[in-house]
């Protein structure tokens, strides 16, 4: 929690409103994994085989990742021909510029 309030200090929080998206990001120790798979799923729908070879992951990391973003609803799950893929949810697209913040200053950072 103290990294949290430590981040927030250097950023504008009143950019920032939705606090869950905030969380799941910044709250956790995976959640650049967990922006990376977001970045991918709002470029095309992917399944979790696709995910896990365009991020280098073991497919039981994705499988958590993207258990723990349906829980918040930023993506959503479509079946085609018994395969499952990931699309953003219309909640993260309401949350899309907060989204591009929150990135922005996590990647800002990260130099």
Not at 32 to 57: E, V, Y
Not at 67 to 75: A, F, L
Request: charged content about 30%; proline content about 2%.
């Amino acid at each position: 929690m103290a990294s949290i309030q430590k981040t927030l200090l250097t950023w504008n929080i009143w950019e920032i409103k939705d606090i869950e998206l905030l969380t799941l990001i910044i709250g956790r120790n995976g959640g650049m994994t967990t922006m990376r798979i977001i970045d991918l799923l709002l470029k095309r729908p992917l399944n979790k085989n696709q995910i896990s070879k365009l991020l280098k992951l073991d497919y039981k990391t994705v499988t958590h990742h993207i258990k723990i973003i349906i829980t918040h609803d930023y993506i959503c799950e479509i079946k085609i021909e018994k395969v499952n893929f990931y699309k953003p949810s219309d909640k993260l697209f309401s949350s899309i510029e907060e989204y591009k913040l929150i990135r922005e200053h996590i990647l800002n950072e990260k130099k």
